[in-house]
């Protein structure tokens, strides 16, 4: 399957413009961090969410630091051009042009790369229909340091993805070189026991998404009990039900969990949590 666009508009440091110098340190070294938003109508949901989760980015990366306020009023901005039900919005922040080295000595201007995209409506389907997930062989390295924030380097990510579409499936579950849970390819996962709730607690591995924050904030004050875990993928064979989330899809309902012959090895019926958590996914705010 290619992945294309029909629609792509950048603003580079705030000119509209497709391109960026080959010295950038993101094209050098994937140097930067970045989140991804989607934009119902013209307004970009969970901003707030989303600029707290790039300065988290910027200040564990030692990027230089952007203007907060600015970069919001832009994205606002661009988010006003969106003419359908539904877009995504891209921001990426890079430590900027020049040298050749590792060094960031004298690096101090960041470059920011904003895009406005379409949305990709395969999630409104699996939204409805639930998805299948396989074993990902590619785990995610431990590292404290880059733990929890969305920098650039997502090679493993790409390795994980290929693996997916080479399988025919929807998603994969991903361990950390341990064989700790920490997710999914590209979610956050909750899995649910009764009225327990368990999700990685992504210290050394995986990123922290937007929409994790959500669903933990919705947990805090109802008949659920939330618990973080370090635990291995078995941990899934006993649950009641299974869900994945991030800031586009918002939250997918798991069906079944296969092999990469195919063959099932656990199924979930349950949509109880689901259905629950479905409206504070959605909230714009």
């Known amino acids: 399957m290619i992945n ?30 970045f989140t991804t938003i989607r934009v119902v109508g013209q307004q970009p949901t969970l901003l707030s969410h989303h600029i707290y989760r790039l300065q988290k980015g910027v200040k564990q990366l030692l990027l230089p630091t952007p203007d907060w306020h600015k970069l919001a009023s832009d994205i606002n901005q661009i988010a006003q051009l969106n003419k359908n ?33 379409d949305y990709p409506d395969i999630y409104l389907n699996q939204r409805q229909t639930g998805i299948d997930l396989i ?31 080479s399988c025919n499936v929807d998603e994969a579950i991903v361990t950390d070189t341990n064989g700790i849970l920490i997710g999914c390819c590209a979610a956050n996962i909750f899995l649910r026991k009764g009225k327990k709730i368990y999700t990685p607690n992504l210290n050394n591995a995986g990123v922290k998404g937007v929409m994790r924050k959500q669903v933990i904030a919705s947990l ?21 039900e299974v869900i994945i989330t991030n800031a586009l899809m918002p939250i997918l309902s798991v069906n079944r969990i296969l092999t990469q012959l195919k063959q099932p090895v656990w199924h979930y019926n349950s949509r109880e949590l689901f259905n629950f958590l479905l409206p504070y996914c959605l909230k714009l705010n």
């Open 85 to 117: 039900d539904l877009a995504v919005i891209k921001v990426i922040i890079s430590r900027g042009e020049g040298g050749r080295g590792h060094s960031i000595a004298g690096l101090n201007k960041a470059t920011i790369i904003i895009s406005l995209t």
């Open 4 to 33: 294309t666009l029909t629609r792509c508009i950048c603003w580079i440091n705030g000119e509209q413009r497709n391109n960026i110098s080959v010295m950038d340190r993101a094209v050098q070294f994937g140097d930067g961090c």
């Open 220 to 240: 805090s004050d109802n008949h659920y009990e939330l618990f973080y875990i370090s635990s291995n993928p078995n941990i899934l064979e006993h649950s009641d």
């Open 135 to 165: 074993f990902s062989k590619i785990p995610i390295n431990n590292n404290c340091y880059l733990a929890g924030i969305k920098h650039l380097n997502r090679l493993e990510q790409i390795l994980i993805k290929q693996q997916i579409e």
